[in-house]
């Protein structure tokens, strides 16, 4: 097993005074592409807040949060290490940016290029081949406000990826995306994890969990509630407790969709 990215150990954390996370234990790889599922409220934002310190974890005794086995880091060095795409991202960038200044921002930490923030050649290129890989070319110098939500999605994704990242966490990544939309995403990702990034997908859609996860976590109330293989968590019975909803599970060239489970609907 290669090196833990991340370690949180009887782990807490309040937003708006309120406990979003609590007996937190996660241990995340490097290679270890993993889906943390859950539903509304479990905590999932929150989680990813915590990843890339914009949230802040309750200091006490026996409890720990190491990222790349340290404590203590520097931001700009965690940002080159995990890129993060999340919900509040996708609305902060000015409409008239062109979509090759959003991903090219990411370098330097901004919502588009100041005066002093002039990417070298090398960094121009490599913004362009990520466009070129997330199917972007065609949209080098479009304006953000004129982009699909699909579009957006994928850009952001590239601007995520522009420090060549480790680690790629995602926080419900098909939010509000159509069919062609939310396929074009999975097609990108499936790619991503092919050629060696490390995806970390946090989500309540089971029909978006690539072949190529390894590993599912539930998380319910703000903790881990369980842990497996996408074989042994991805189940009518486990899933249907997850939601607290009676499911059936179909599955098909690696993929599941969940329906209501049919012997229940005299109930409703």
């Known amino acids: 097993m290669a090196e833990p990215w ?15 996370l609590r007996n937190l234990n996660l241990r995340l790889h490097l290679g270890e592409s993993t889906t943390i599922l859950g539903p509304n409220g479990a905590g999932k934002s929150s989680l990813v807040k ?14 720990h949060l190491r990222l790349f086995g340290r404590t203590n880091v520097n931001l700009w060095d965690l940002r080159r290490r995990i890129g993060v795409l999340n919900s509040e991202l996708e609305l902060r960038f000015p409409p008239a940016a062109a979509a090759l200044e959003v991903v090219l921002s990411g370098l330097f ?4 290029l100041g005066r002093d923030q002039v990417p070298t050649t090398q960094q121009q290129q490599v913004a362009r081949n990520l466009m070129q ?3 972007l070319d065609s949209i080098l110098d479009q ?38 939309a939310s396929h074009q995403l999975i097609h990108c990702l499936r790619q991503l994890c092919r050629q ?30 369980a842990d497996g293989t996408p074989e042994n968590m991805l189940t009518a019975e486990r899933l249907s407790g997850l939601f607290s909803t009676p499911l059936t599970v179909v599955e098909s060239g690696g993929f ?13």
């Not at 991340?6 to 979003?20: D, M, P, Q, Y």
């Not at 930490?109 to 588009?112: D, K």
């Open 196 to 225: 060696g990034t490390t995806l970390v997908q946090v989500t309540h859609r089971i029909d978006t969990i690539i072949p190529e996860m390894k590993r599912v976590l539930f998380l319910q109330d703000g903790t881990i509630s």
């Open 256 to 268: 599941r969709q969940v329906l209501p489970d049919p012997t229940t609907w005299d109930a409703w």
């Open 50 to 63: 915590l990843i890339d310190r914009t949230l802040l974890p309750i200091v006490q005794p026996h409890s």
């Open 109 to 112: 930490g901004s919502m588009r």
């Open 133 to 135: 890989r997330l199917g």
């Open 6 to 20: 991340l370690e949180i150990s009887n782990g807490e954390a309040w937003l708006n005074r309120k406990t979003v």
């Open 143 to 180: 304006p953000y406000r004129e982009l699909s939500d699909g579009q957006r999605r994928r850009l952001l994704i590239a601007r995520a990826l522009v420090h060549e990242p480790e680690v790629l966490v995602l926080d419900e990544p098909s939010r509000a995306l159509d069919l062609q």
